[in-house]
């Protein structure tokens, strides 16, 4: 695998790197200060979302039960929190439900809705193509509200309400589920007279959707939760961080994605629930805390038990399923590409359905998803990068079909926004604006980075056994979950140092000193042999 490092621009040239990026000069301020800049898109340009909000104020006037269905990602249970959160000083006829593992929607909640005898069901982030359940429930006389933001198969049926910006596009936005679910909430708080939004619970979901950052409503609507935060699960999820894109990815939604991984997502839901107190935040944070502890076990016994196929232009890792790993088929996949630097499929067999499932990761090769997809022996489905599997055949034949399409020269272009000479070209003003700009960022608008070569470190230790901390006169540089650095210094002598990484601003009892995020990290080592007996 040939990996190469490509700066957009020479030195740190803020217009310049936002040209690169291709914003033009009029866009920069939205981008640069969108809590000042970026406008929202006005609900009232969502159809169907007068309607939707038209049932739900009639189901609370009549006294009628109402059933909050929220999904099991870290967008779905935000999506659920911020619609019974809301509902329920309006009414004490609500309750709320979340899925189970990673299913999706409402169909698994259909005896719980019937046998309870709700007169409401609003679903929160999945659901968009369920109408076989929606047709049951209609005749049953029980109403549908859809608040969502997936893909559909076929036209909509007209008896459900259904709010999504996928099926009636919205100009300048491009919502997750939270967000579809904050315009509701808008709505309804100009008819009902509440004043206070939601906008921490919709950041979250958002940004850990994956939803684009180049949008206007998403940039305004992430720059006013990150300024307004109120949610106790929020705070206790952060533990001690600042509130911004990095900590939701790195700190809240593995929280959540653990709950959904290893069947707890009950948990997950309740975190953000304002019926839930803050000493019990405190609490379900480290229970998630604990889950995560077990997951990284369960991979570690899993990636021991592996067979592992090195197909030369790519891996492919089994094993037989058993239900305690077979929620972490993408997070194994990701270990197993990151240690071989190779595109890898990632397959558990089934003995019940007899069939090979898992998920892929592309490393080095842009269109892994449709190559495989292309062969016709499996499908797969997601993001180009990462995405689930299923076989249509046997494993040989999809490998057979792959070798032959794989392209032969594989390469990882990493890019930098800005090229520096030395660790201390970084000043203070500098990596300050570029910490504003980088606290709304995520897809389509990635945190700004720096290409630093020949750095000379003062010294190199690990972090709690689990980090690597480099010290570079003024300037720290962090590498996360990674101690290999530690051990080579040791043990070698590095001829050269080269990283790209996030410059930002650490602040501790009123100091600011600036750290650098390690994105990707190259050295050259020159092995010092210890010196060997001779005789004299």
């Not at 996949?333 to 003995?351: D, G, H, M, S, V």
């Amino acid at each position: 695998m040939q990996k190469e490092w490509i700066p957009r621009v020479e030195g740190i040239d803020f217009p310049a790197i936002l040209k690169a990026r291709g914003i033009s000069e009029e866009d920069i301020p939205m981008f640069v200060d969108p809590e000042n800049f970026a406008q929202e898109v006005d609900p009232q340009e969502f159809d169907n979302l007068w309607d939707a909000v038209d049932i739900v104020r009639e189901a609370m006037s009549n006294l009628q039960n109402i059933l909050v269905v929220a999904d099991v990602d870290a967008d779905g249970v935000t999506s659920g929190a911020i619609i019974y959160n809301t509902l329920r000083k309006c009414t004490e006829y609500i309750d709320i439900i979340v899925g189970t593992g990673k299913k999706h929607g409402i169909a698994q909640h259909m005896d719980y809705i019937l046998s309870h005898r709700f007169n409401l069901v609003i679903a929160c982030d999945s659901g968009s193509n369920e109408y076989e359940c929606y047709a049951e429930l209609y005749k049953h006389g029980i109403d549908v509200v859809l608040l969502d933001h997936h893909g559909v198969e076929n036209d909509p049926p007209e008896d459900v309400y259904i709010v999504n910006p996928e099926i009636f596009p919205v100009r300048r936005s491009q919502l997750s589920g939270s967000g579809v679910c904050l315009k509701f909430v808008e709505l309804l708080n100009k008819v009902l007279g509440a004043t206070r939004l939601p906008y921490d619970l919709a950041t979250v979901g958002i940004i850990a959707d994956m939803m684009d950052m180049r949008y206007e409503d998403n940039r305004a609507i992430c720059a006013k939760g990150f300024s307004d935060l109120w949610n106790q699960g929020i705070k206790a999820a952060l533990q001690g961080y600042e509130f911004n894109a990095t900590s939701i990815r790195f700190s809240i939604a593995p929280l959540v994605n653990a709950a959904q991984r290893m069947g707890k997502n009950e948990l997950a839901l309740e975190l953000f629930l304002d019926t839930t107190s803050p000493e019990r935040c405190k609490q379900i944070v480290d229970e998630l805390k604990e889950l995560k502890g077990e997951q990284k076990a369960l991979i570690a016994e899993a990636l021991s038990n592996i067979d592992i196929y090195d197909r030369g232009k790519y891996i492919v890792a089994t094993i037989d399923r058993n239900d305690e790993i077979a929620g972490l088929s993408g997070l194994i996949a990701n270990k197993i590409a990151a240690e071989e630097q190779k595109p890898t499929i990632f397959l558990q067999y089934n003995q019940d359905e007899e069939q090979w499932q898992g998920s892929i990761r592309s490393y080095g090769v842009s269109n892994f998803k449709s190559i495989i997809n292309e062969t016709e022996w499996a499908i797969a489905e997601g993001h180009e990068e990462a995405a689930g599997i299923r076989l249509k055949s046997e494993l040989s034949d999809l490998m057979d079909a792959l070798d032959d399409e794989m392209p032969d020269e594989q390469r990882q272009v990493i890019e930098a926004d800005a090229e520096i000479d030395f660790v201390s070209d970084l000043t203070l003003a500098d990596v300050t604006f570029m910490d504003r700009i980088n606290k709304v960022t995520g897809e389509g608008f990635e945190p700004i980075t720096i290409m630093v070569s020949n750095v000379v470190p003062d010294s190199i230790f690990a972090m709690g056994k689990k980090h690597t901390k480099i010290v570079c006169g003024d300037v720290t540089l962090l590498l996360w979950n990674d101690t290999r650095p530690v051990d080579e210094w040791r043990y070698n002598k590095w001829k050269s140092f080269d990283i790209i990484g996030e410059p930002t601003i650490s602040r501790y009892r009123g100091k600011e000193e600036i750290n650098v995020i390690i994105n990707d990290i190259e050295y050259e080592l020159e092995v010092i042999v210890p010196n060997e007996p001779h005789d004299d």
